[in-house]
């Protein structure tokens, strides 16, 4: 992908080679750059430089001569110069070469700059329009390089838009990832540089690698104080094989401080060729009235986090908030509460955060139980039948174990949780819920057309139940390879095959990646659960996570200490979602017509394997061709 460029069309996804310039570096974002900083185009060779200049025309409009010696149309003329390709190439001349430099025709520049400020300030009020505009009551998509403009209208938002929503000057930034092309952001934020310093948390490693990244860009390039800007923050990662995955960003700007959780690394693949969602929370002002050091973790909170006082694992939006960034155990993060302490989050009502955090745990506060809890309390048990199915979709799947009932069951029944169930203590299988004969219908019919695996009859029901009540989307070998980035794009999905020898049982569940929003060819890299009607019209809930279907992420039950009769809970890694649930009634799924309700990212129902479907692994080989005439692994990509 790094050698390969690409010039990206909806229909037929071309790869075409560009010839640089042999007097400037060649511009690595190429067609894909909008970047209009003359220093930029003046440093970096782009297509519109090798396009031929066949014919120039100048406007007199706006032109006078320095002198008043002569008029405009006195000192020029038109004059036609040879050519050798046979085209007619218009230039002004100067008729007398005699003139003098005072006497040079020159642009009226007040009238230019006048234009150029009513153009920032235009930009600036679209900005701010997008940013009132914006809902928190739901996520939005990212925008793909050269999509239609239909399928990212009133839904998707690109990284220059959350950067830019409010149109003022951002202060500091502060960026949660796991990855980064860090060259990629330093030229994302050149258009909206804050004052103070971009903070990027990374994992030990990858913060070591990036912070060498930085030193010798530094040395090699002209721009140094581009990167000067970034301060690195090393996560420490206490548990063996767990990751800093958590996806967030803070960003402080003369209004107030928004909140923008997702699910994409910082690199340019993942904001502009895969499937992603970003949540951005409402701008929050400063608080009126300075909070204490006694209850600036409270100051600013909505009332609904005060709903449960007798549960003080039910926090709400800013007091998790605030405790999740405190398990950082960072100057960095400490700093940056003092600062969050500041700001009025009493308006973030209708949605809650769902974290991990690495260790052992005996709270209710981190990995599935977590999400388990808020579902007890805030989930009408009344309104959701046992027939409402369990569908994720996700990027990479860890170890789940030999058989369903290893942990699989017991996260899908922490899922079903109502306030009409045991919030604290689910257990036994999903193999006991008794499916409405509706649904079970349905799912038989697709099982007997599409699924129906060796030595099980179309008609058996105990299949029935299992698929209707947890459904996994996850994109297959083909999907991959008819994408719009081919095989490059199953990087993304890093799912193995050692890992997948171990569950042959997991493809009863897997449902194909398919879009109704013009993503059916975009890999996903999105990960979302939810709870979902027969008919496909009501959710329960919905979560937009950083987290994939894994042990690491979600928590496995562990025979540590107890000092409590909760369970206790191993946590590997750090990750962070916003879960989306209505107090009164069941939300939506999102109606194109009006552009209201919950966008789910798949295509409704999800539809399962096929019997020739294959998941896609990515440590395997594929001989036959993808969209670009590659095969996998592509040896001149280094994968």
Not at 246 to 261: N, P
Request: net charge positive; glycine share 6%; proline share 6%.
């Amino acid at each position: 992908f790094t050698t390969l460029l690409y010039t990206i069309k909806f229909e037929g996804f071309q790869v075409q080679p560009r010839y640089m310039s042999a007097k400037k570096e060649k511009c690595k974002y190429w067609e894909k750059c909008y970047r209009k900083n003359r220093e930029h185009l003046a440093e970096y060779t782009h297509p519109a430089d090798l396009v031929p200049k066949t014919e120039v025309k100048t406007k007199t409009t706006n032109v006078r001569p320095c002198s008043s010696k002569g008029s405009v149309s006195d000192n020029l003329q038109c004059s036609k110069s040879p050519q050798t390709s046979g085209s007619s190439k218009y230039t002004r001349v100067a008729q007398s070469e005699g003139l003098a430099k005072r006497d040079t025709p020159c642009i009226d520049k007040s009238s230019t700059m006048k234009r150029s400020v009513d153009l920032e300030e235009n930009s600036k009020r679209k900005r701010r329009r997008l940013g009132e505009t914006l809902r928190y009551d739901r996520y939005y998509f990212t925008k793909i390089a050269s999509h239609p403009a239909k399928f990212s209208e009133g839904i998707a938002l690109s990284f220059q838009d959350i950067l830019s929503l409010d149109g003022d000057k951002l202060l500091k930034t502060w960026q949660f990832t796991y990855m980064v092309d860090i060259d990629w952001l330093v030229e994302e934020y050149e258009d909206n540089a804050p004052e103070g310093p971009i903070f990027l948390f990374l994992g030990e490693k990858e913060a070591q690698a990036v912070q060498g990244q930085i030193m010798s860009a530094k040395k090699t390039t002209t721009h140094s104080t581009k990167y000067s800007r970034i301060a690195v923050v090393p996560v420490t990662l206490p548990m063996s094989y767990g990751t800093h995955h958590t996806k967030l960003m803070l960003l402080q700007s003369e209004r107030g401080m928004r909140v923008v959780i997702h699910t994409a690394n910082l690199i340019m693949q993942d904001w502009t060729v895969n499937t992603q969602g970003a949540w951005v929370s409402p701008i929050c002002p400063l608080i009126s009235t300075p909070a204490t050091t006694s209850n600036s973790a409270t100051a600013g909170s909505s009332a609904s986090d005060t709903d449960f006082p007798d549960d003080p694992d039910c926090l709400g939006f800013k007091p998790y908030l605030l405790k999740y960034l405190k398990s950082y155990n960072t100057k960095a993060t400490d700093q940056l509460c003092r600062i969050l302490s500041k700001y009025d989050m009493s308006h973030i009502d209708g949605v809650r955060l769902v974290g991990s955090v690495p260790g052992m745990h005996e709270s209710s506060l981190w990995g599935y139980p977590r999400l388990r809890h808020l579902l007890h309390h805030f989930v009408d048990g009344s309104k959701v039948r046992p027939g409402w199915r369990i569908v994720a979709n996700c990027s990479s799947i860890g170890t789940l174990g030999a058989s369903k009932t290893d942990w699989l069951d017991m996260f899908i029944k922490a899922l079903q949780t109502t306030n009409c169930t045991r919030g604290d203590n689910q257990r036994g299988t999903v193999a006991n819920v008794k499916v409405p004969h509706v649904a079970q219908s349905t799912q038989q019919k697709t099982a007997q057309d599409s699924n129906t695996p060796p030595g099980k009859s179309p008609g058996d029901t105990h299949q029935a139940e299992r698929q209707c009540l947890f459904q996994l989307v996850f994109p297959t070998v083909e999907m991959v390879r008819n994408s719009l980035m081919g095989y490059c794009g199953g990087g993304s999905v890093p799912y193995q095959l050692q890992t997948h020898r171990r569950q042959p049982w997991l493809r009863n569940h897997m449902c194909r990646w398919e879009s109704d929003y013009g993503r059916s060819r975009v890999v996903p890299h999105i990960k979302t659960y939810c709870r979902i009607s027969p008919d496909m019209k009501k959710l329960a809930w919905f979560l937009l996570t950083s987290a994939n279907l894994s042990k690491a992420a979600w928590g496995q039950k562990c025979d540590g200490k107890k000092t409590t009769n909760k369970e206790c809970l191993r946590v590997r890694s750090y990750e962070l979602g916003v879960l989306f649930v209505a107090k009164d009634s069941a939300l939506s799924v999102y109606n194109p017509s009006d552009r209201s309700g919950m966008l789910v990212p798949y295509k409704l129902p999800p539809q399962p394997y096929h019997s020739p479907d294959k998941p896609w692994i990515c440590d395997v080989s594929y001989k036959e061709m993808d969209t670009h005439g590659n095969t996998w692994p592509i040896p001149d990509l280094g994968c």
